[in-house]
């Protein structure tokens, strides 16, 4: 099928964890990559919507702070995960430390950014304290993390 994740063995896999999903060369001869951040054993369970929309926009924004390579951070459909576009091909190692730095900073964080009705298609779905238990049960699992498969 044309997309990646739908060639992937979703009962193959052991979440959490962090896996490449792919890579693109553009026009132009820059390279792109796709991460597959899983924080849920797909079908057997889910983030609910407030933490997912929550770490969208803290990891969205806090992101930028660790690197200028951040193209994307976006949710998966099935909330079991995001996807984080990358500008360039990095080792594993550095795209670990991105996410371990950001969620760090997760843990921190006092607000949700830009959870308002003029920054934001849905507001009132939002939880920092639940985003940040998801956040804390992600990093508690760091050593899982390069371990993709079952
Ligand atoms: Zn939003």
Redesign the pocket.
């Known amino acids: 099928m044309n997309v990646e994740s739908f060639n992937l063995d979703h009962r193959a896999v052991a979440a959490p964890y962090i896996r490449l999903a792919s890579e693109k060369q553009l026009d132009g001869g820059s390279t792109i990559t796709k991460w597959d951040i899983r924080f849920k054993q797909p079908n057997a369970e889910a983030l609910e919507m407030p933490a997912l929309?929550s770490l969208e926009?803290l990891f969205a924004e806090l992101s930028r702070n660790h690197s200028d390579k951040v193209i994307d951070f976006g949710p998966m459909g099935c909330q079991t995960g995001f996807y984080l576009t990358l500008d360039g091909a990095p080792q594993w190692s550095e795209v670990a430390e991105l996410v371990e730095q950001t969620l760090t900073d997760v843990m921190s964080a006092e607000a949700v950014p830009?959870a308002n009705i003029e920054q934001?298609?849905?507001a009132a779905s939002h939880s920092l304290v639940d985003a940040q238990r998801e956040a804390a049960a992600f990093l508690a699992a760091r050593e899982a993390w390069e371990q993709v498969w079952a």
């Open positions: 929309h926009h830009a934001c298609g849905w």
